[in-house]
């Protein structure tokens, strides 16, 4: 008889773990996703900033589950499904579309940017959520000072003027490590160039950073920012955005260049085209097992899927990685006991173990079981300490931690390049 067939959809944080717990259960496996790489989202912002290269945060998925006798990678975009039929769409880059059975299909899409419809935005935001998009905020930072120091008189229509929105992690993360690149090394390497009126603005719509964080945390955050030069604005919106022009809901007009978008999260739109019902910012409906309702054989988990946090308030819990991790494993130890006949567990529990977020240069906040809080250098070690054991690949970590010791010595930031890739040449 021939042997239950898993496909997962994303190659993410969720998808290998759900691959991993799969590793000795008697199934076939296809892992599909549209990139050949798996990316390490958290240090995504290092790759926009100048701090790593993008072949330190990516690892190809294929030398990540070489060894797994019982799953097969396939590069292509799930498109759609026929869920009576079974069968997933895919789409491969050279326009062919294939089909793929399943007994079991596990989506882990995970998310996009949420512009919330705001004018301008969609256009002229940079968003931060695969590689392409961290080395297109890079090539566009770097490129607003060579313009300037072509034409000095960009400095003063805002050339050097870079508006973050969103005070959550990551934007807090982009601004520290983009007021960090701005003084510490383009001063350098411009010398001509009045890099000091450079401008870091934070616009965050409630009244502290780091909302999931304590209070102390938050204010650690506001105060490394404000030392490091960066313009905080709390409690302040974006009301639309042109090339050269963020307008504020207070009708303040900044003249800046640049928008980097770090406000709102929504979930793939993959859950709606496979026609699954989606709540929350688009995130799919699941059970307490992470099965789709009256779609057995159907599993969503990570970012893509809305999964309750367990509470009375109906909160999901957040799109964070050990969030996805964790239900990844939940969801493979599922299917491997429907498969060998055990009885599955009834339903998912989360373990937290904390979050972190880093400022810059030797500041992070950490906030760990226990009650145990760190702020500043401790909890910026830990937070190296974490992200290098998160890492896929040895040759990343050590790629990585090379880089940040290196940067951490000299202030210098290794991959400032503009890179674009243009058409092919003839010939
Ligand atoms: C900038 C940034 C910083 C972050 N920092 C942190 C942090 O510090 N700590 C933390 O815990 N979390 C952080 N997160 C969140 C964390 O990265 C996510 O929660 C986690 O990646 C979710 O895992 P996932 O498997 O659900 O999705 P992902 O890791 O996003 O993986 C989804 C995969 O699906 C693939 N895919 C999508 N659509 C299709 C399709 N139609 N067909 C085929 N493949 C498809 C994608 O290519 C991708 O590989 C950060 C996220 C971002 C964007």
Known sequence: MARPHVVIVGAGFGGLATAKALHRAPVDVTLVDRHNFHTFQPLLYQVATSGLASADVAYPVRGIVARQANLAFRQATVIGADLEGRIVHLHHDDHDVADLPFDHLVVAAGATANTFGIPGVDRHGFPLYNLADAV????????????????????????????????????????????????????????????????????EMQDQLLAPFRAPSQRHALETLTERGVEVRLGAQVARVRADRVVLDDGEELAAHTLVWAAGVQANPLGRALGLATGRAGRIVVGADLQVPGRPGVWAIGDVAAIAS?????????????????????????????????????SFRYRDKGTMATIGRSRAVAELPLGIRLWGLPAWLAWLGLHLVMLAGFRNRISVFANWAWNWLTYDRGPRLIFRSGPRRAG
């Open 310 to 346: 367990g509470g009375r308030d109906g909160e999901l819990l957040p799109q964070l990685a050990p969030v996805a991790i964790q239900s990844g494993r939940f969801v493979g130890a599922q299917i491997a006991a429907a498969t060998t006949g055990r009885a599955p567990a009834t």
């Open 136 to 203: 297109r905020l890079r090539n566009h930072v770097l490129e607003r000072f060579e313009a300037a120091e072509a034409r000095p008189a960009l400095v003063d229509d805002g050339a050097l003027t870079f508006v973050v929105v969103g005070g959550g992690p990551t934007g807090v993360e982009v601004a520290g490590a983009l007021t960090e690149l701005f003084h510490r090394v383009l001063r350098r390497d411009l010398p001509r160039l009045p890099v000091e009126r450079a401008r870091v603005v934070l616009v």
